[in-house]
């Protein structure tokens, strides 16, 4: 009985101490931690690093971060690979784990091709290209798209926003790939070069494939797979668009419509029908019923379109609903159509095969042909609905200008629109840098300025948030305009010449741009054989314009300039104008520099040179240039011309029916004296509804008009539109003495209105000899009225421009 008992009690211990150590046991697993180890090779970092105790099921994010110019070249977790992530996290830790990063800056240059264009028509065509990048991705998203243009080799600095050529959409890609994009807005029958490019991940630059040519069809043929041949009987092509709108409330009438357009090369002849469809499950195999078809008119060719619509009151659920146009009830057309598919059985519908073509109904949201749309009934609100601009506008190295259009509010006022931004990755968003504009429902634009660096492509998608949540966009890529230089050309000088004698014409050329030239480039003076029209800044209408023969320039940093220059003489005398073109060579060449700021439109090779067409920023204005005769030759005796007498005076008399005047130079010409019977006589052409201005300056001086008017009927002769006030300034001021004829007072500047043909007179105090100071009136020997001084003595004067030599001397005397 004594050993059962201690039997009985050695067990009862033995079970109790079992027991607490099994508490114990349990305790310290519950609370007990586990070890992860990561390490980073070199070209990175991880974080946290080491040894790193994490608590029982708990979780544990780590971050590898790459240094500057290396990337993520693999993760391992536990001996196994997940690849070049950026992040990951333990969960549920209830062992031990590693985790180490490797990196790399070994870069291995990709191959692209371009492969052979298919598909061509007389504006569009498809092209492929492949990459094989050894690196296989660089360890992120790679992007790749096309560029062409009709110079060979184009690339995407020669391409963007070019007349004749373009980029079209980015391709965003993980590693090496393949990839296709449709060119469009071609120029029928033109020859085109198109190359694939490829940006790799983290930007490691630009790498283009081969050049490949095409030909656009011809208007009137079509590609038949191999090449372009005549095109079949033209006929319509008829397709109805997606219907709106997509939301509506319980009970409550709503009207949906849709947009039939024909597409085709034919008008439709005449009436067509067209149906909706309602269909309450997303199969769209039974349950589908057709409303009353409705007739509607013709359509026109090449995108005429008509809207059609239809009125439902739904109960609440979503419904799907569709327009098929020129079809009836039975689904059977009236129109024959080009493109016709056999069998036409679209899904969820009953076309007979043979009867009807599958674009005949709606494309849904996404494009896809017979779709259905969806539309929600409901009262509750729903994030907006938004859309992106397809395109980039004012674009420059660091900014642009995108936008979009809040389609719906959603039920809710729209508290926060704008567009957001990222570099290659994922889609943007909120979270993401993005700008914030005023404003509910309806489009809108965005400026995204502080873009770095030049050249970057960037992503965007409209946004607009309500109290429900933020809706997005699509998704558009743009790219900022790359460092690039920006020639524009200066006024042109001299303003005067003398016929016969050679002369530099010179102008600046300045890099406005943000890079420098970095290559030769031509530039070319234009003379114009008439003067500048102030209503045109360009030479007066019928002027012959000729281009002198091409120079050659060199670099230029940015915004720094350099002179360019031409020897030229004139044959003839009259009134000219002149301007110099940077980065041409004659008015049909389009420039070798690309350059960031362009003006559309651009100048096509063989085009014109502005004003009208043309890179307005690379021609200077149009300047204009006097060229008089030598003064020290010829005779008087010419009637064809205006002689520089050796004073340089014309005097008028006997003018004749408004058109013509006798004159006579006064001085000596070569040793032979112009005397009054080497009168000569000029005819000048007064352009319809103008009046002359006939200016005669006494003394040293000039005078210059605002505006310029035209200066083709003499040296001191311009042609003003009747009514115009003039402004006339005489310079220099210090020496100016007073205005007479048609012109008064003695203030420097004075004007006068051309409502009749008008003479103005500017007189300036002598220069020279001892006529230099006070208010008395002076006489010499031929009774010009000069400045002169009190003295006793005889002087040599300078009498109306005209020096009085030692034989014309006089006495002096004055009245008050």
């Given at each position: 009985?004594?050993n059962?008992?201690?039997?009985?009690l050695i067990?009862?211990?033995?079970?109790l101490v079992?027991?607490?150590?099994l508490?114990l046991n349990?305790?310290?697993?519950s609370?007990?931690?586990?070890i992860i180890?990561?390490?980073?090779?070199?070209?990175g970092?991880i974080?946290?690093?080491?040894?790193?105790?994490?608590?029982?099921?708990?979780?544990?994010?780590?971050t590898?971060?790459?240094?500057?110019?290396?990337?993520?070249?693999?993760?391992?977790?536990?001996?196994?690979?997940?690849?070049?992530?950026?992040s990951?996290?333990?969960?549920?830790?209830?062992?031990?784990?590693t985790?180490?990063?490797?990196?790399?800056d070994?870069?291995?240059v990709?191959?692209?091709?371009?492969?052979p264009?298919?598909?061509?028509?007389?504006t569009t065509?498809?092209?492929?290209?492949?990459?094989d990048?050894?690196?296989?991705?660089?360890?992120g998203?790679?992007?790749g798209?096309f560029?062409?243009d009709?110079?060979?080799?184009?690339?995407?600095?020669?391409?963007?926003?070019?007349?004749?050529?373009?980029?079209?959409e980015?391709?965003?890609?993980?590693?090496?790939?393949?990839?296709?994009?449709?060119?469009?807005?071609?120029?029928p029958?033109?020859?085109?070069h198109?190359?694939?490019?490829?940006?790799?991940?983290?930007n490691?630059g630009?790498f283009?494939?081969?050049?490949?040519?095409?030909?656009?069809?011809?208007v009137?043929?079509i590609?038949?797979?191999t090449?372009?041949?005549a095109s079949?009987?033209?006929?319509?092509?008829?397709?109805a668009?997606a219907v709106t709108?997509?939301?509506?409330?319980?009970?409550?009438?709503?009207?949906f419509s849709?947009?039939?357009?024909?597409?085709?090369?034919k008008?439709?002849?005449?009436?067509?029908s067209?149906?909706?469809?309602?269909?309450?499950?997303?199969?769209?195999?039974s349950?589908?019923?057709t409303?009353?078809?409705?007739?509607?008119?013709?359509?026109?060719?090449?995108g005429?379109?008509?809207?059609?619509s239809?009125?439902?009151k739904?109960?609440a659920g979503?419904?799907?609903?569709?327009v098929?146009?020129d079809?009836?009830?039975?689904?059977v057309?009236a129109?024959?159509?080009?493109n016709?598919?056999?069998p036409?059985?679209?899904p969820?519908?009953?076309?007979?095969p043979g009867?009807?073509?599958?674009?005949?109904c709606?494309?849904?949201?996404?494009?896809?042909?017979?779709g259905?749309?969806k539309?929600?009934?409901?009262?509750?609100?729903?994030i907006?609905?938004v859309a992106t601009?397809?395109?980039?506008?004012?674009?420059?190295?660091?900014?642009?200008?995108s936008?979009?259009?809040v389609?719906?509010?959603?039920?809710?006022a729209?508290?926060?629109?704008?567009?957001?931004?990222n570099?290659?990755?994922?889609?943007p968003?909120i979270?993401n840098?993005?700008?914030?504009?005023?404003?509910?429902a309806?489009?809108?634009?965005s400026?995204?300025?502080g873009?770095?660096?030049?050249?970057?492509l960037?992503q965007?998608?409209?946004?607009?948030t309500?109290s429900?949540?933020?809706?997005?966009?699509?998704?558009?890529?743009?790219i900022?305009?790359?460092?690039?230089?920006?020639?524009?050309?200066?006024?042109?000088?001299?303003?005067?010449?003398?016929?016969?004698?050679?002369?530099?014409?010179?102008a600046?050329?300045?890099?406005?741009?943000?890079?420098?030239?970095?290559?030769?480039?031509?530039?070319?003076?234009?003379?114009?054989?008439?003067?500048?029209?102030?209503?045109?800044?360009?030479?007066?209408?019928?002027a012959?314009?000729?281009d002198?023969?091409p120079s050659t320039m060199?670099?230029?940093p940015?915004?720094l300039?350099?002179?360019?220059?031409?020897?030229?003489s004139?044959?003839?005398?009259g009134?000219?104008?002149?301007?110099?073109?940077?980065?041409?060579?004659?008015?049909?060449?389009?420039?070798s520099?690309?350059?960031?700021?362009?003006?559309?439109?651009?100048n096509?090779?063989?085009?014109?040179i502005?004003?009208?067409?043309?890179?307005?920023?690379?021609?200077?204005?149009?300047t204009?240039?006097?060229?008089?005769?030598?003064?020290a030759?010829?005779?008087c005796?010419?009637p064809?011309?205006?002689?520089k007498?050796?004073?340089?005076?014309?005097s008028?008399n006997n003018?004749e029916?408004?058109?013509s005047w006798?004159?006579?130079?006064?001085?000596?010409?070569s040793?032979?004296?112009?005397s009054?019977?080497?009168?000569g006589?000029?005819?000048?052409?007064?352009?319809?509804?103008?009046?002359f201005?006939?200016?005669?300056?006494v003394?040293a001086?000039?005078?210059?008009?605002?505006p310029?008017?035209?200066?083709?009927?003499?040296?001191?002769?311009?042609q003003?539109?009747?009514?115009?006030t003039?402004?006339l300034?005489?310079s220099p001021?210090?020496s100016?003495?007073?205005?007479?004829?048609?012109c008064?007072?003695?203030?420097p500047?004075?004007?006068?209105q051309?409502n009749?043909?008008?003479?103005?007179?500017?007189?300036?105090?002598?220069?020279?000899g001892?006529c230099?100071a006070?208010?008395?009136?002076?006489?010499?020997?031929?009774?010009k009225?000069?400045?002169?001084t009190?003295?006793?003595?005889?002087?040599?004067?300078?009498?109306?421009g005209?020096?009085?030599?030692?034989?014309?001397k006089?006495?002096?005397?004055?009245?008050?």
């Amino acid at each position: 009985m004594k050993n059962k008992f201690f039997k009985v009690l050695i067990l009862v211990v033995f079970v109790l101490v079992g027991s607490f150590y099994l508490g114990l046991n349990n305790k310290a697993y519950s609370t007990s931690t586990s070890i992860i180890t990561a390490t980073a090779g070199a070209g990175g970092s991880i974080s946290p690093s080491g040894i790193k105790y994490v608590n029982w099921r708990a979780e544990q994010t780590y971050t590898i971060i790459p240094a500057p110019s290396f990337y993520i070249l693999d993760v391992i977790v536990d001996g196994s690979s997940i690849g070049p992530e950026s992040s990951y996290t333990f969960q549920n830790v209830v062992t031990n784990h590693t985790i180490s990063a490797t990196f790399s800056d070994v870069f291995a240059v990709p191959t692209v091709t371009t492969n052979p264009v298919t598909d061509i028509t007389e504006t569009t065509a498809i092209v492929g290209a492949s990459v094989d990048d050894a690196s296989g991705g660089l360890g992120g998203l790679n992007s790749g798209g096309f560029v062409w243009d009709i110079n060979e080799n184009p690339t995407l600095e020669t391409s963007i926003g070019m007349a004749w050529g373009g980029v079209t959409e980015v391709h965003i890609f993980p590693g090496p790939s393949s990839f296709a994009s449709q060119m469009t807005e071609l120029q029928p029958d033109t020859l085109y070069h198109v190359r694939a490019f490829f940006i790799p991940f983290l930007n490691r630059g630009v790498f283009y494939g081969n050049d490949v040519t095409f030909k656009t069809c011809s208007v009137g043929t079509i590609w038949n797979g191999t090449t372009c041949v005549a095109s079949v009987t033209p006929s319509p092509d008829l397709t109805a668009k997606a219907v709106t709108p997509t939301k509506a409330v319980p009970g409550v009438s709503k009207t949906f419509s849709s947009t039939i357009s024909n597409i085709g090369d034919k008008s439709v002849s005449g009436s067509i029908s067209h149906l909706f469809q309602l269909d309450n499950d997303e199969d769209h195999t039974s349950g589908v019923t057709t409303n009353t078809v409705t007739s509607t008119s013709s359509i026109a060719e090449d995108g005429g379109n008509i809207t059609v619509s239809q009125s439902y009151k739904f109960t609440a659920g979503t419904k799907y609903i569709r327009v098929c146009a020129d079809n009836n009830a039975s689904f059977v057309s009236a129109v024959p159509e080009a493109n016709n598919i056999t069998p036409p059985n679209p899904p969820g519908g009953s076309i007979p095969p043979g009867t009807g073509e599958m674009n005949n109904c709606s494309f849904d949201l996404n494009g896809d042909a017979f779709g259905w749309t969806k539309v929600i009934v409901n009262n509750l609100t729903s994030i907006p609905a938004v859309a992106t601009n397809p395109l980039c506008s004012d674009i420059t190295i660091n900014s642009l200008t995108s936008g979009g259009n809040v389609i719906s509010d959603g039920g809710a006022a729209i508290t926060a629109r704008g567009v957001a931004y990222n570099k290659i990755g994922g889609a943007p968003t909120i979270l993401n840098k993005h700008t914030t504009e005023l404003g509910t429902a309806g489009p809108f634009t965005s400026k995204i300025t502080g873009l770095t660096p030049p050249g970057t492509l960037y992503q965007i998608r409209a946004y607009a948030t309500n109290s429900v949540g933020t809706g997005y966009g699509s998704l558009v890529k743009c790219i900022t305009r790359p460092l690039s230089p920006d020639l524009t050309a200066g006024a042109t000088s001299p303003t005067t010449a003398t016929r016969g004698v050679q002369f530099n014409l010179i102008a600046t050329v300045l890099n406005i741009g943000t890079a420098p030239v970095g290559k030769e480039f031509s530039n070319f003076f234009q003379v114009a054989n008439r003067p500048v029209d102030p209503a045109t800044n360009a030479p007066v209408a019928g002027a012959t314009i000729d281009d002198l023969s091409p120079s050659t320039m060199g670099n230029i940093p940015a915004n720094l300039s350099d002179i360019a220059q031409k020897s030229h003489s004139f044959s003839s005398s009259g009134s000219y104008s002149v301007r110099v073109c940077a980065d041409k060579a004659s008015s049909i060449d389009g420039g070798s520099v690309p350059e960031a700021n362009n003006i559309t439109p651009p100048n096509p090779p063989g085009g014109p040179i502005p004003p009208g067409t043309g890179e307005m920023n690379n021609c200077g204005p149009w300047t204009n240039i006097n060229v008089g005769n030598t003064s020290a030759s010829g005779a008087c005796s010419s009637p064809a011309e205006h002689y520089k007498c050796a004073p340089g005076s014309i005097s008028e008399n006997n003018k004749e029916n408004d058109n013509s005047w006798t004159w006579t130079c006064r001085g000596s010409l070569s040793g032979e004296s112009c005397s009054e019977d080497k009168k000569g006589k000029t005819t000048r052409k007064r352009i319809p509804g103008y009046e002359f201005l006939d200016i005669t300056i006494v003394g040293a001086g000039t005078v210059a008009l605002d505006p310029t008017g035209v200066n083709d009927c003499g040296i001191y002769c311009y042609q003003f539109p009747s009514g115009t006030t003039v402004k006339l300034s005489a310079s220099p001021s210090s020496s100016f003495f007073s205005w007479s004829e048609d012109c008064s007072g003695t203030n420097p500047s004075t004007s006068i209105q051309m409502n009749g043909d008008k003479k103005c007179t500017a007189t300036f105090s002598v220069v020279g000899g001892a006529c230099g100071a006070t208010p008395k009136h002076y006489f010499c020997a031929d009774g010009k009225d000069v400045g002169g001084t009190s003295e006793t003595q005889q002087w040599v004067w300078f009498c109306g421009g005209e020096r009085c030599v030692e034989q014309k001397k006089a006495p002096w005397y004055y009245e008050d």
